[in-house]
């Protein structure tokens, strides 16, 4: 079984996805296989432009995680939506150093729903599961996904509602 955990970019993926392979799960970091399909650089956006739709197709599938901002749109069996709330998101791309452009516009990604969103629009509902990472760490959220990937929690999103967030900061 392959399960994805996507999100936006400082929702705890890959602090996560390392939790995971702590306890013995295989776990792909997503951005160790876009290499030979990034086509370009977005200056203006701070970030790589990749083939992804090339990179989707020639992925072979893992008995795993796969952990990356994409990752939802892999023929996952499961999939697990990250979230953070805006204010948080934006102190903890702050402190990588992000741009302000670039922390503001991850942050208005999040208080859109937008992975949510494309993973609604790929996946079956019964797969998905929603996860607020606010104020957990790692081993909480990786204890939810190990649950979850076993059926002991149902899949559940559309709980979480960041708009708020847009109305007071924009």
Same mark, same amino acid.
Request: glycine share 8%.
């Given at each position: 079984?392959?399960?994805?955990?996507?999100?936006?970019?400082?929702?705890?993926?890959?602090m996560?996805?390392?939790?995971?392979?702590?306890?013995?799960?295989?776990?792909v970091?997503?951005t160790?296989?876009?290499?030979?399909?990034?086509?370009g650089?977005?200056?203006?956006? +701070? %970030?790589?432009?990749?083939?992804?739709?090339?990179?989707? $197709?020639?992925?072979?599938?893992?008995?795993?995680?796969?952990? *990356? !901002?994409?990752?939802?749109?892999?023929?996952?069996?499961?999939?697990?939506?990250?979230?953070?709330?805006?204010?948080?998101?934006?102190?903890?791309?702050?402190?990588?150093?992000?741009?302000?452009?670039?922390?503001?516009?991850?942050?208005?990604?999040?208080?859109? +729903? %937008?992975?949510?969103?494309?993973?609604v629009?790929?996946? $079956?509902?019964?797969?998905?599961?929603?996860?607020d990472?606010? *104020? !957990?760490?790692?081993?909480?959220?990786?204890?939810?996904i190990?649950?979850?990937?076993?059926?002991?929690?149902?899949?559940?999103f559309?709980h979480?509602?960041?708009?708020?967030?847009l109305?007071?900061?924009?």
């Amino acid at each position: 079984m392959m399960c994805g955990i996507t999100g936006t970019p400082g929702t705890g993926k890959s602090m996560i996805g390392d939790e995971l392979a702590h306890r013995g799960h295989l776990v792909v970091h997503l951005t160790d296989t876009v290499g030979p399909y990034v086509v370009g650089d977005d200056e203006e956006r +701070d %970030s790589r432009i990749v083939d992804v739709e090339k990179w989707a $197709a020639e992925f072979v599938p893992v008995d795993g995680f796969v952990e *990356g !901002h994409f990752a939802h749109l892999l023929p996952c069996d499961r999939v697990v939506v990250l979230r953070c709330r805006p204010d948080e998101l934006k102190a903890r791309l702050a402190q990588r150093k992000y741009r302000e452009a670039k922390i503001r516009e991850n942050a208005e990604a999040e208080a859109l +729903d %937008s992975c949510l969103i494309e993973t609604v629009e790929e996946h $079956a509902p019964s797969h998905i599961l929603e996860l607020d990472t606010t *104020g !957990h760490d790692a081993s909480f959220c990786a204890d939810r996904i190990e649950q979850f990937v076993k059926g002991e929690i149902p899949a559940d999103f559309g709980h979480i509602d960041w708009s708020d967030y847009l109305e007071i900061h924009t």
